[in-house]
């Protein structure tokens, strides 16, 4: 009757993750996944207990990359009040085009340098200067382009600690939530959103379940672990 959204979450140990270079994509060898179409309060549960088992709390550093929902950064606080936050450079970059697209008014080469300007400044840990910046160009624009400008300020003055890009590449952290993305497509949308499939609530849920599992043992070991609880 109404759509719903889906929450997946992704946990990487380090010792499986192969870290991209200019000839090879970032990849990794296994990854454990959580997922659901109920609230958060049903969520957090899942994302505790996959941090539990793979023993997060001897980890010397946990890492969570996310988009801007205040929600991801709720929990992390909660959960693990510890962890090195990284806002998804993607969402980052995104914030920035979308503010330019109004204050030039969609011109695409304005546009274009904007974005250029905004992820060299990013990539060189320079955020305080695009802070100033932003600051001195609100008073240059009226109605709704101070709006927007004012806006993108408040947005990264808000996630400051979470955009040290240039110190997360040099440690080697994942800067971006394409695992999220990529299960999103891969552990959910491939089996439950196929032409003419409807679900009710109950049978999603148990299905985003199994898919998490599924995706998370791998076909051997899901179907072994099928047949001895049967």
Not at 57 to 83: H, S
Not at 181 to 200: D, F, I, P, T
């Amino acid at each position: 009757d109404r759509w719903k959204e889906a929450k997946l979450v992704v946990v990487l140990r380090e010792d499986c993750h192969l870290r991209g270079s200019k000839s090879r994509k970032e990849t990794t060898t296994e990854m454990r996944y959580a997922a659901t179409l109920n609230s958060v309060e049903v969520f957090e549960p899942l994302v505790d207990a996959l941090l539990t088992l793979e023993q997060a709390n001897e980890c010397a550093e946990i890492v969570w990359t996310g988009d801007g929902a205040a929600m991801q950064w709720d929990m992390a606080d909660r959960i693990c009040p510890n962890t090195i936050q990284i806002l998804d450079w993607p969402h980052a970059i995104e914030h920035a085009v979308d503010c330019a697209k109004v204050v030039f008014d969609g011109d695409e080469i304005s546009v274009g340098i904007w974005k250029q300007q905004v992820e060299r400044l990013l990539a060189e840990g320079r955020l305080d200067e695009i802070l100033m910046d932003l600051e001195g160009f609100a008073f240059s624009c009226r109605g709704k382009k101070r709006k927007a400008v004012r806006a993108l300020k408040r947005y990264y003055s808000n996630h400051q600690h979470r955009k040290r890009y240039r110190y997360f590449r040099d440690e080697g952290f994942t800067i971006g939530s394409g695992f999220v993305e990529s299960g999103h497509r891969n552990v959910l949308q491939k089996r439950m959103k196929r032409a003419g499939q409807h679900w009710s609530q109950p049978r999603a849920e148990q299905m985003a379940h199994l898919r998490a599992a599924y995706k998370t043992a791998g076909p051997r070991r899901f179907y072994d672990a099928i047949r001895r609880a049967a």
